[in-house]
């Protein structure tokens, strides 16, 4: 079977990850790329030897012969990119976070339904080899019927001199990184019926909220706990790992910090290195970050060529961005907010 040909919009600093992704990926190459800045189009050109470069995207659609587009540009650009290439027929992925509002997300899945196109968000987290080991060890009933979860994200890692639009946007950790947890929580426990939220900023120089702590109704009534804190400083600095803790009818799943797994049931208790494959370019602590980019990377190509869904599909994760909506109303209110009013937006 011939390479799926991809063309990748946005070429700062994530879009190295999807580069290397792409290389290490079975059935698909990068062959253009684009970005507005010369400089950064011309160091990711040259660093994996992509002689295609564009300046501009509907140059690059107009003239080149692709399978599908991988957005890896800011959010506020999102919906053009992908009105843009849902136009023009090709199957598109989109970084998170998708939209910054329903209706746009709305709008781009609605664009690319009509297109006939698929549209992956390219929700990464799930997809971190240890989160997909307590998925698959819930899901086979390890634990029976899970009734409470946490999933945890606390640091203080600064993550602002490599993404410094992290600093300055009205929106914060709830946008950028409580949209991968919110997700995680959707993918072990399902969806959610409502949300109840509490932000706060601790970093003086920053604009947005760094801390949130958030309480999840789920639909089969699991209650979850998300909580994300950029503003913990730990004995060891944990990021950027995500821990969880289960608790079900029969039995209990932990991870913990350093990626150890503990399972507890009736057979016994089990512990297990869950630590993330070091990927060949993949460098610490980003490591499980990284590995998460190829697996999706990897799906996707896996999904487009069997003419499946993608599991973070647009649909999909219009449900997660449902939740980042509803936490920020919760937190402006002090209330407790119903996620399908969310959803009513867009009905
Ligand atoms: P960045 O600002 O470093 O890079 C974005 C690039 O896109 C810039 O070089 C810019 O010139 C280019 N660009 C923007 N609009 C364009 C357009 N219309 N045409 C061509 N080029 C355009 O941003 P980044 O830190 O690389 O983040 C990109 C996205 O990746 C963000 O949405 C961020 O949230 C996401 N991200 C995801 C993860 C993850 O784990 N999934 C981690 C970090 C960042
Ligand atoms: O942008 C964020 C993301 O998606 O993962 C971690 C991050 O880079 C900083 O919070």
């Not at 209706?103 to 196109?117: L, T, W």
């Not at 980019?293 to 999904?303: G, K, R, S």
């Not at 219009?318 to 969310?342: C, F, I, N, P, R």
Request: aromatic share 8%; net charge negative.
């Amino acid at each position: 079977m011939s390479e799926l040909r991809g063309a990748l919009i946005g070429c700062g600093f994530f879009s190295i990850n999807h580069l290397h992704g792409w290389r290490g990926v079975e059935g698909a190459s990068i062959i253009a790329l684009c970005d507005r800045d010369a400089e950064r189009l011309a160091v990711a050109g040259d660093q994996f030897q992509i002689a295609r470069r564009y300046s501009d995207a509907e140059e690059m659609l107009s003239k080149e012969r692709l399978d599908f587009v991988d957005i890896a540009t800011t959010v506020s650009s999102h919906r053009a990119l992908v009105e843009m290439a849902a136009r023009r027929r090709f199957p598109v992925i989109c970084q998170k976070p998708f939209a910054s509002s329903m209706e746009d997300a709305d709008a781009m899945v609605n664009a690319c339904r009509e297109a006939g196109v698929p549209l992956m968000v390219h929700e990464n987290f799930r997809w971190q080899s240890a989160i997909q080991t307590v998925g698959a060890i819930v899901e086979g009933g390890e634990i029976g019927a899970p009734f409470w979860g946490r999933v945890s994200f606390r640091s203080a890692y600064d993550v602002f001199s490599g993404q410094p639009y992290l600093a300055t946007g009205e929106r914060f950790i709830i946008e950028d990184l409580g949209i991968h947890i919110l997700d995680i929580a959707r993918f072990l426990f399902g969806d959610v019926a409502r949300v109840t939220a509490r932000t706060r900023r601790v970093n003086p120089a920053i604009r947005g909220e760094d801390v949130a702590t958030i309480l999840l109704d789920h639909e089969n009534g699991v209650t979850s706990i998300v909580d994300c804190s950029y503003a913990t400083r730990l004995a060891v600095e944990p990021f950027p790992e995500t821990l969880v803790e289960i608790d079900g009818s029969e039995g209990s799943v932990r991870l913990n910090q350093g990626y150890e797994l503990l399972v507890a049931n009736k057979r016994g208790t089990y512990r297990k290195d869950l630590s993330p494959p070091l990927l060949p370019w993949a460098s610490r602590p980003w490591h499980n970050i990284q590995e998460s980019v190829q697996a999706i990377e990897q799906h996707w190509v896996d999904c487009l060529r069997a003419g499946r869904e993608p599991a973070t599909s647009g649909r999909d994760n219009v449900k997660t961005l449902a939740l980042v909506e509803a936490a920020y109303a919760s937190a402006k209110t002090h209330g407790s907010v119903d996620v399908g009013l969310q959803m009513q937006k867009i009905a």
